[in-house]
């Protein structure tokens, strides 16, 4: 076997036979996996396996004579694991949502060369093939209204302020002019960089857009409670299992991007998943969040601005990767999305769910 050497961090390089894990988080021996199980006091090391799913690279799956766990390394920023933790407690404290608890964070450096967490692996199945294809739209449908029933279990979340983390305070730093404020400014920075990834196409876009943003901003000043949101909310980032015939969320995890803000923000992305796979699983998941939460007044409006933020997300990090020809148009992007979401909304304003429809 190849002796350990130290990488400039000062840990101590796994053996070149060790299984690599993810290209992000590179070797790791059986060593440094009881090094870690050790120090969190989690019993002695038996497995460890690779996650397949997710684009990061960050989580390998990890057994020991204690349980099964996730440990989450290398992180994307410094903040990362600090802020996943604090939206992890609030869940923990204030819902019945099932989530990543206990976070134990090792700021440390010394065993991977980078810091990382633990946290225990949630029972369930993620709704990715070849699963997926077994389910029928029944089961979609009841997956879809248990989703929406846990996202308006999370608006029950309380916070003073609505922004990002602060790890400085371990609290939300407000933004200036509240939520409004926010979405404000995530527009600019989204058109912005549109403008620069795609200049041929941003006039005819900002056209396209213009009106249906500024209505979007109008319905901002209808009041909200901050809360916990993140567009990232979704099938993605869960595991499902049978219940009582149905089925039900048995937990959320991947809490990277999450914020306070508006509950509703969280909607959008899923609704669009739903909408393009049937329609029926868009109208279901917008529906059980209503029963649980009542929409508030402009809440079509706000649910556009939604789905246009979170389009220029891909659109802009699509042109980063070249996913896109550069004379494409976003309106040809982002406009089905929406058309499909106004379908949507006329189906729940005929049950009395969406008054503006």
Request: aromatic share 10%.
């Amino acid at each position: 076997m190849t002796p350990p050497s130290l990488s400039p961090s000062g840990a101590v390089a796994a053996p070149q036979s060790s299984p690599v894990y993810s290209g992000r988080l590179g070797a790791i021996s059986d060593e440094q996996f009881q090094r870690c199980l050790t120090r969190m006091g989690l019993g002695t090391f038996v497995a460890a396996e690779r996650v397949t799913s997710g684009i990061c690279g960050q989580n390998v799956f990890i057994t020991s004579t204690r349980g099964e766990y996730v440990m989450r390394g290398y992180p994307l920023d410094d903040s990362q694991l600090a802020r996943e933790a604090f939206m992890a407690r609030h869940i923990h404290d204030h819902t019945t949502v099932a989530g990543p608890w206990p976070y134990r964070i090792d700021s440390s450096t010394d065993i991977f060369g980078w810091p990382y967490a633990l946290m225990r692996r949630l029972p369930g199945r993620r709704i990715e093939s070849p699963f997926k294809e077994t389910l029928t739209l029944e089961d979609r449908r009841a997956m879809a209204r248990a989703f929406g029933a846990v996202l308006a279990q999370l608006r029950t979340v309380r916070l003073p302020d609505c922004g990002e983390y602060d790890q400085q305070t371990d609290a939300i730093r407000p933004t200036p002019d509240g939520w409004k404020g926010h979405m404000r400014s995530v527009m600019d920075r989204h058109l912005l960089k549109a403008k620069q990834c795609s200049p041929n196409t941003i006039i005819a876009d900002r056209r396209y857009i213009g009106d249906m943003v500024e209505r979007g901003m109008a319905a901002l000043d209808v009041p909200c409670d901050y809360t916990i949101c993140s567009s990232d909310f979704g099938e993605n980032n869960a595991v499902v299992l049978p219940h009582n015939g149905s089925w039900a969320v048995a937990g959320i995890f991947d809490l990277h991007e999450w914020l306070a803000g508006d509950s509703e923000y969280s909607i959008s992305r899923q609704a669009m998943q739903y909408n393009d796979e049937h329609p029926e699983l868009a109208y279901e998941f917008i529906a059980a969040y209503a029963q649980g939460q009542p929409l508030r007044p402009g809440f079509a409006d706000r649910a556009i601005l939604y789905v246009i933020c979170d389009r220029f997300i891909f659109w802009n990090f699509g042109h980063d990767h070249q996913w896109f020809d550069p004379t494409h148009e976003f309106v040809r992007y982002a406009g089905p999305s929406i058309e499909k979401l106004r379908d949507t909304f006329t189906a729940l304003s005929a049950k009395g769910l969406l008054c503006d429809a």
